[in-house]
C-alpha cells in the first residue's frame, strides 16, 4: 500500500495543528478544574459566612427568650404573688406574658423545683422539675438559657398538642446513616430559666419558658430571608437553612420531590459521621434530601456541651456548575477561534518557507539537466537563505569545476577529488547543523514538558485521594503525597518570598484592627479551642504609615507559632501600646508554652532554621516576618525563659507627616 504524499506545507501545517490541538486539550482540561475549584471554593467561603449569619439568627432567638423570661422573674408583683401563695393571680399573668410573646411553654416551680403554675396546662401541677439541666444549671447563675431535648413524658405535662407537634416519623432518606428508630418522639426547645428573688437575695422559685423547634419555621425562614434574599434559580429556591434534632430534619425550608419541606427526612452518613459524632464544622458539597448542595454544617449543644443537633445552611450546586460550565463553553469557542486564526497565519506565513524551496527544487533540476549558470534568487537574511547562497556558491564551483574540466583535462580526476571532497565536507556540516538544530529542539520540548508535572502530581493526587477509600490501606499514602507535594509547592512559595519580597503599599491604618483581624483568621481552627485569649488593647492609638496585608502576615505567623508552642492548650495574651516618648507602637504577643533554648533564640530569625519537627516548618516564617518588618522600619525583639513561655514583641515606628494628614 503507498502513502499518501504530502507537501511540506501541509506537513508543517499538520504538524503545528497537532501541537495546537494537545496544548488546547490540555489546557481545557486543567483550566475547566481551575475554575471550577475556584468558583465552588469561592461559593464555599460563601456559605461559611452564612452559616455565621444563621447562628446570630438562632442566637438572637435564644436572648430574645433569655430576656423575656428574666424581665417577667424580675417583676415585683410576680415575687409577692409568690409569697402570698396566689396561684390564680400568677397564672393570669404569667398565661398572658406567654401569648403576648409567643412562648411554647412558660412555667413557675418554687424553690425546691416543684411546678406551681403551668400555663399551657394549669391543671397539671406538682411535679418536680429540680432534675433538669438548665434548672439545675440555674441555680449557678441568675438566668440560663440554651437548646434542650425534651422527652415526650416532659411534653404531655404541658400539653398533648406539644407533644403532637414533636412527633416525628422517619422519611427514607437517601445517604442517610442507618437508624434502629424509624420516629422521633421528643423535641427541641430553646429554652430558659430564671431565678425569683426576694429583696434579701433568698429564692423564692425558678421561672422558666422556651419555644418548640419542632415543626417551627421561624428561625430557618429568617435566615433564608436574611441571607438569601429569597433568590431562585430555574424555580428553586437557591439558600435553604435547617435545624436537626440529632439527624433529623426537625425546622428546614428545604423541600422534597413533592415541594413540601422536607420534614422528617434525615441527614447525610458522611455529615452526621462530621458533626454529630466527631464534632467538627462541615463546609463542603453534600446530598441533602433529592440534590447536591454546598452546605455548611456545625453542631448544636445542650448547656452539658453535648450534641443535641446541627445547624445547617446550603446553597444549590447547580448554578455554580452551569456557570462554570458556561465559562469553560466560552473558553472553548475563542480557543476554536484562535485555532483557526492560527492556521490561517501560519498557511500565509509558510510562503516565506515553501518559496525559496520551490526555487531550489527548480535550480536543481535545471542544474541536472547540465546548465550550471543557473542560480537560486533568495533574498532572505535567514537559514534558508545562507542555504541559497552555500547552493549558489556550489554552482559557481561546479561550473568553475567544468570549466577547468574542459581546461585543464589531465587534472580532471584530482579536481573531481577535491570538488567531491568540498561537496562532502558541505554536507558533513549540513548533517551536523540539522543534529545541533534537532538537539535544540528536544530539549527546549523536554524542558516545557519538564515545567509543570509538580502541578500535575498534586492535582491527580487530589483527584486520587477524593475518589479513595478513607479504609483503603491507599488511603495515608497519598495523603501523604498530598502532603509532601503541597509541602514542595510551599516551599518554592516560601523561598521566593523570601528572595524576591514584595514592596509593601504603605497607607494609614490601625493597628490594633490589623491585630484582631489576624486574630479572628486562626480563633475557628481546632488548635485554638482550647487556647484562653487575653486581648490588653491600648486605645485610642495613632495611625501609622504600613501595609496592612504583610503585617497581617506577620500577625498571623507569630499567633500561629504560639499555638503551636503551647500544643493547642494554654494562654495567650495579646496586647498594644504606645512607646513613652510616642516614636513608636508596641504590639505584644505572650504564650504559656515550653519556651525557647538561648542557643535557638540566636538563630530564630535565619532562613530555614526551624525548631519543629521535619515537615512540619520551611523554617522560613520567621525569616520573612524579620524581612517585613525591617521594611518597615521597626523591629522584632523575643524573650523566652524554659518552661515560663515566650513574648514576641513587634515595634513599629509612627510616622509624624502622614498622621497629621
Not at 471550577?36 to 439568627?57: E, F, G, P, R, Y
Not at 434534632?245 to 428546614?252: G, N, W, Y
Request: one cysteine or more; hydrophobic letters at 40%; proline letters at 3%.
Amino acid at each position: 500500500m503507498q502513502l499518501p504524499h504530502f507537501s511540506l506545507r501541509t506537513k508543517i501545517i499538520l504538524i503545528f495543528l497537532i501541537v495546537i490541538i494537545l496544548g488546547g486539550l490540555l489546557s481545557l482540561f486543567f483550566g475547566s478544574r481551575l475554575v471550577k475549584n475556584t468558583i465552588i471554593s469561592q461559593a464555599q467561603t460563601k456559605v461559611k459566612h452564612d452559616l455565621a449569619s444563621a447562628w446570630m439568627v438562632f442566637n438572637e432567638k435564644l436572648n430574645d427568650i433569655k430576656d423575656i423570661i428574666s424581665l417577667t422573674a424580675a417583676r415585683e408583683g410576680v415575687q409577692e404573688d409568690i409569697k402570698n401563695n396566689r396561684q390564680d393571680i400568677l397564672l393570669k399573668k404569667l398565661n398572658r406574658v406567654r401569648e403576648e410573646h409567643g412562648l411554647d411553654i412558660l412555667t413557675l416551680t418554687d424553690h425546691k423545683g416543684i411546678v406551681m403554675v403551668r400555663t399551657r396546662n394549669p391543671e397539671v401541677v406538682g411535679d418536680d422539675q429540680s432534675q433538669d439541666e438548665i434548672i439545675k444549671w440555674m441555680l449557678k447563675k441568675d438566668v440560663v438559657v440554651k437548646p434542650q431535648i425534651i422527652p415526650r413524658e416532659e411534653l404531655l405535662k404541658e400539653g398533648k398538642d406539644l407533644a403532637d407537634q414533636a412527633y416525628l416519623e422517619f422519611i427514607p432518606t437517601p445517604k442517610a446513616a442507618p437508624r434502629p428508630e424509624n420516629k422521633e418522639t421528643s423535641g427541641m426547645m430553646l429554652k430558659a430559666a430564671s431565678s425569683i428573688k426576694d429583696e434579701n437575695n433568698t429564692i423564692l422559685g425558678v421561672l422558666y419558658g422556651g419555644i418548640l423547634l419542632n415543626r417551627n419555621y421561624e428561625i430557618v425562614d429568617r435566615v433564608k430571608e436574611t441571607v438569601y434574599k429569597g433568590e431562585k434559580y430555574k424555580g428553586r429556591d437557591k439558600g435553604t437553612a435547617t435545624i436537626f434534632q440529632h439527624d433529623l430534619r426537625i425546622s428546614t425550608n428545604v423541600k422534597n420531590e413533592k415541594n413540601e419541606r422536607a420534614i422528617g427526612t434525615r441527614v447525610s452518613k458522611e455529615v452526621n459521621n462530621a458533626v454529630l459524632k466527631e464534632g467538627k464544622p462541615w463546609i463542603d458539597r453534600a446530598f441533602v434530601v433529592s440534590d447536591w448542595y454546598i452546605t455548611a454544617y456545625e453542631p448544636i449543644k445542650n448547656i452539658d456541651d453535648k450534641i443535641i443537633g446541627i445547624l445547617y445552611v446550603g446553597m444549590l450546586e447547580r448554578p455554580y456548575i452551569d456557570t462554570t460550565k458556561r465559562v469553560m463553553l466560552a473558553f472553548t469557542i475563542m480557543a476554536s477561534l484562535c485555532v483557526v486564526l492560527l492556521l490561517v497565519i501560519l498557511y500565509f506565513s509558510t510562503t516565506r518557507i515553501i518559496n525559496p524551496l520551490q526555487k531550489m527544487v527548480v535550480a536543481t533540476q535545471e542544474i541536472a539537466k547540465g546548465d550550471l549558470s543557473h542560480e537560486v534568487k533568495v533574498n532572505s537574511k535567514d537559514e534558508i537563505g545562507y542555504l541559497a547562497d552555500s547552493f549558489n556558491k556550489m554552482t559557481a564551483d561546479l561550473k568553475t569545476a567544468n570549466e577547468k574540466l574542459v581546461e585543464w583535462g589531465k587534472t580532471l580526476e584530482k579536481k573531481v577529488e577535491e570538488r567531491t571532497k568540498e561537496l562532502a565536507e558541505m554536507q558533513a556540516h549540513l548533517f551536523e547543523a540539522e543534529k545541533l538544530a534537532s538537539l535544540g529542539k528536544l530539549a527546549a520540548g523536554v524542558a516545557h514538558e519538564i515545567n509543570n508535572p509538580l502541578g500535575s502530581i498534586l492535582i491527580y493526587s487530589h483527584l486520587l485521594l477524593e475518589d479513595a477509600d478513607k479504609k483503603s490501606p491507599h488511603y495515608e499514602n497519598l495523603k501523604k503525597v498530598v502532603k509532601e507535594t503541597s509541602r514542595c509547592k510551599d516551599i518554592v512559595k516560601s523561598l521566593l518570598e523570601f528572595a524576591r519580597p514584595k514592596e509593601p503599599e504603605m497607607s494609614l491604618i490601625n493597628i490594633n484592627e490589623i491585630v484582631e483581624t489576624s486574630l479572628s483568621i486562626m480563633v475557628r481552627q481546632a488548635l485554638f479551642q482550647n487556647i484562653r485569649l487575653k486581648k490588653m488593647y491600648a486605645s485610642p492609638l495613632p495611625k501609622i504609615v504600613a501595609d496592612s496585608a504583610q503585617l497581617q502576615q506577620v500577625f498571623t505567623n507569630i499567633i500561629l507559632n504560639a499555638a503551636e508552642a503551647m500544643n493547642g492548650n494554654g494562654v495567650l495574651t495579646l496586647s498594644s501600646s504606645l512607646s513613652e516618648e510616642g516614636s513608636y507602637i508596641e504590639v505584644k504577643f505572650s504564650d504559656t508554652g515550653p519556651g525557647i533554648k538561648e542557643e535557638d533564640k540566636k538563630r530564630l530569625f535565619e532562613p530555614f532554621f526551624s525548631t519543629k519537627e521535619v515537615g512540619k516548618g520551611t523554617g522560613l516564617g520567621l525569616a520573612i516576618s524579620y524581612s517585613i518588618i525591617q521594611k518597615h522600619q521597626g523591629t522584632i525583639e523575643v524573650k523566652s525563659e524554659a518552661g515560663k513561655g515566650s513574648t514576641f514583641t513587634v515595634k513599629l515606628p509612627v510616622t509624624e507627616e502622614r498622621e497629621h494628614e
